[in-house]
């Protein structure tokens, strides 16, 4: 399967997300490829607010059936979440279980205006009633296959398919 260009992806991002951008928004990543995308739309979006980062490990509702990310990241949110408008992202939206997590988590820091969700692909195969405004992508991919999203050594993105379960993960 020929997967789309993930640079490419996030260049029409950008621009789907850019005219809803005002002096209240502000960026949240979900590590890790959340945060790679996160960093990069700060950067072109230009805005004021400080970039945040969660790690949702400890919020997700499926945490006895997959055990601890061996790799968890501290959650920062560096701005007042009390009335922003935040902007999650994520790398792959699949199930939404990550996303409930990390809006489970934004509001421990307080109650946002709104919160709008971001992701680079949307890969269908919801278990909750999640839906992003802004998508780079929408595949359709089988239940077996893990789509990643990766940073090479010169921090270009790009996107893998696996099989679950196999041991190049």
Do not use: C
């Amino acid at each position: 399967m020929q997967l789309p260009d993930a640079e490419q992806l996030l260049v029409s991002l950008t621009g789907a997300i850019k005219p809803d951008v005002t002096a209240s928004t502000a960026l949240v990543g979900i590590y890790t490829g959340g945060v790679w995308l996160a960093e990069r739309l700060h950067q072109e979006l230009g805005l004021a607010l400080p970039l945040g980062t969660l790690d949702v490990s400890f919020y997700r509702d499926d945490f006895g059936q997959i055990g601890l990310h061996p790799q968890v990241k501290p959650s920062d949110i560096p701005f007042e979440v009390e009335g922003s408008h935040i902007i999650l992202i994520d790398d792959v939206l699949y199930t939404g279980r990550t996303i409930r997590a990390a809006i489970n988590e934004l509001f421990d820091y307080g109650r946002p205006t709104s919160i709008r969700l971001a992701a680079l692909v949307d890969r269908g195969g919801r278990e909750l009633p999640i839906a992003a405004k802004y998508v780079g992508a929408t595949l359709a991919l089988p239940s077996d296959k893990m789509l990643a999203l990766e940073k090479d050594m010169d921090g270009k993105l790009g996107l893998s398919l696996y099989n679950k379960n196999s041991p190049e993960q």
